[in-house]
Each structure stands twice: as C-alpha cells, then as structure tokens.
C-alpha cells in the first residue's frame, strides 16, 4: 500500500490505463477460452458421435453377416431339397423300371444305339422312346447312352400307355 500512495497521478493513471487494457485482455481471453471450450465440446461431441455412429456401423455389419449367413443357410436348404426331390424322382423312375414289364430282350450288333432299337421295337426314335430303354438298362448302361456296346443284352419294356400311338 506504500507504493500506491507513493505514486503520483501519473503513475494512477497509468495503473488505470493498464487495469483498462489488462481487464479488455482479460475479457478478450475469457472469449477466447469459451470459444476454445465450445471447438473442444464440439470436437468431443463429434467423437461420441463417431464412435456412436462406429457402433452402430459395426451392430449394422454384424447384422449383415447374420443375414448373410441365413441366406447361405437357406440356398443349402434349398440346393438339399432339390438334391433330395431328384434323388425321389430317380428311385420313383427306378421303381417304375422295375415293374415296367419286359417286352424282349435284345443283343446289341456292331454300330446299334438305343435310337435304333427304339425304332425297331417302337417304330419310333425319338427320345422319349430310346430313353424308355435306357432307363431299363439304367445299371448295364452306367446311365449313358453312348455305353451300348456290341454284344451287350438289353431289356426292351413294353410301351406305357402314354407313349402307345
């Protein structure tokens, strides 16, 4: 308090100009720090956001994996049940070939197909007719038509009734 008195008006004035420019710099401090306390509130307030959305990215990409898996898992139901329904349909024609009735049995000459056999006991040679024999021959054939070999014995069924003329 010595030193106040001590100073004469121009050393009170000074201290005022100072205190005047001191309390501007002050304000203009305090500005800038709530400015830079709104940019870091704003900065962490995009990082929650960020990692809220990183979140939600990552439940949405295991969302799409679990979706993606189901969908596997549905094809290879669905591949099964056609593997299944074939497999059916060739027991059901395997079946049928054993109840279809023999007609004759024919022994195959050098360059015959089952074309020509069809034709010869069908009168007709088309596929559904050669196939009829190939069926009934499923096991000697191996299931291929180009395994007819000369010499080999082949059952001829008759004709269902839907491919009787």
């Known amino acids: 308090m010595a030193d106040k008195e001590k100073k004469g008006i121009f050393g009170k004035v000074t201290d005022a100009f100072?205190?005047?420019?001191?309390?501007?710099?002050?304000a203009k401090l305090e500005e800038e720090l709530e400015a830079s306390?709104?940019?870091i509130k704003s900065l962490l307030?995009?990082?929650?956001?960020?990692?809220k959305v990183s979140a939600e990215a990552d439940a949405a990409e295991k969302r799409?994996?679990?979706l993606e898996a189901k969908l596997r898992e549905a094809e290879r139901e669905k591949m099964i049940d056609a593997r299944r329904k074939i497999k059916e349909e060739r027991m059901a024609g395997?079946?049928?070939a054993k109840e279809t009735k023999v007609?004759?049995?024919h022994k195959v000459a050098a360059g015959e197909t089952l074309s020509h056999l069809a034709l010869k006991y069908y009168k007709h040679a088309t596929p559904p007719y050669w196939q009829l024999i190939l069926e009934q021959n499923k096991e000697a054939l191996q299931g291929n038509e180009r395994n007819v070999r000369e010499g080999m014995e082949l059952e001829i069924p008759?004709?269902?009734?839907d491919l009787k003329d």
């Open 18 to 26: 100072s205190s005047k420019d001191e309390k501007e710099e002050i």
């Open 37 to 39: 306390k709104k940019a």
């Open 45 to 51: 307030d995009q990082n929650r956001d960020k990692s």
């Open 64 to 66: 799409i994996k679990e």
């Open 94 to 96: 395997l079946e049928q």
């Open 103 to 105: 007609m004759t049995t």
């Open 158 to 161: 008759e004709l269902p009734e």
